[in-house]
């Protein structure tokens, strides 16, 4: 939402009020002068644009915060999410396979191959000392006897191998493949998190209650990006613009209380003072001379309670009463 001045161009009002201060048409007695309501306008929109499939307020309608306002189509997003998700899923699944070593089918072949090799080493370890005590008695040649040393040496070759292998396989993966697809997983999660966040961007509500002032499309119609759909008056940005000369601005301050009149109000609203310019920022043609300072005024801004904003319309003349 950006906040904007509705009333700032409404050229004609400041003059009114100007020719009214400097003309005398404020109470002298009471010390009141001519003004103007004015709005700073909230206009909402989304950053992302689309085909505005339902506009949920209408013009002059009385809103909360929290009340959807507009919902724009978000076929893609919803999609581009779904993806995502998916993508997210799958790294997630890489990662606690990594952690987790090789899978449970080649562990246990490896075991089962390292429990042969154990049961042909015991046989072979068993055959080489009947061998080596055959030879010493001369029952078998030496030739007979080196081939069943190299056939045990060989078998408990394979079995420390095999050994080896299956802590290996019971290992998670290196340190740097876990964390690169940690890395992996945190990239699609954040890639998640902005799919879920332009999904939302599709339907916007009100940050804070107030007044819709006017609605800038139709349902059906292409929205831009950035482009205002609702245009908002919370009562906080309700204020009083009016005009003071050179005689009186110097004894008025930010914080002090002031009564606006208007017509139609059922009694006076109590608001104040939360400007004051300056210098004069609307001047009739005159020579600046000690006998026409008189005629130099300067722009001061009231804001009533916001309870009070709502009795106030932007545009509406007003008289305000100084105390």
Not at 112 to 133: F, I, M
Request: aromatic share 6%.
């Amino acid at each position: 939402m950006r906040p904007a001045n509705g009333i700032d161009r409404a050229g004609w009002m400041a003059a009114v009020a100007m020719a009214a201060a400097v003309t005398g048409c404020g109470n002298p007695d009471t010390q009141s002068y001519q003004g103007y309501v004015e709005g700073e306008f909230v206009y909402v929109a989304s950053p992302v644009g689309g085909r505005l499939e339902h506009l949920g307020v209408q013009r002059g309608q009385t809103v909360s915060a929290g009340t959807p306002l507009f919902i724009l189509e978000s076929t893609d997003e919803a999609a581009a999410r779904q993806q995502a998700a998916a993508q997210q899923q799958a790294a997630e699944a890489q990662l606690a396979d990594l952690n987790l070593g090789r899978r449970v089918p080649e562990v246990d072949a490896v075991r089962a191959q390292l429990a042969q090799a154990v049961a042909a080493d015991q046989l072979s370890a068993t055959q080489r000392v009947r061998d080596e005590a055959q030879f010493r008695a001369g029952g078998i040649p030496q030739a007979q006897l080196d081939a069943s040393r190299s056939t045990a040496q060989t078998n408990a070759q394979r079995v420390r191998e095999l050994t080896n292998q299956l802590r290996i396989a019971q290992l998670p993966a290196r340190t740097d493949q876990i964390h690169a697809q940690s890395a992996q997983v945190e990239a699609a999660r954040a890639a998640v998190a902005q799919a879920q966040w332009r999904l939302d961007q599709k339907a916007q509500k009100a940050t804070q209650g107030g007044l819709v002032f006017d609605t800038l499309y139709r349902e059906g119609e292409w929205v831009g990006a950035g482009s205002p759909v609702v245009r908002m008056l919370p009562p906080a940005n309700v204020k009083v613009r009016f005009f003071v000369p050179q005689g009186v601005v110097g004894r008025l301050k930010p914080g002090q209380a002031v009564r606006i009149r208007c017509d139609g109000c059922a009694a006076e609203v109590n608001a104040s003072i939360s400007y004051v310019a300056n210098e004069a920022e609307y001047t009739p043609p005159v020579i600046y001379s000690n006998t026409r300072r008189d005629k130099l005024v300067f722009m001061v801004e009231a804001r009533p309670a916001v309870e009070d904003g709502t009795k106030l319309r932007p545009g509406q003349p007003v008289e305000v009463a100084l105390p």
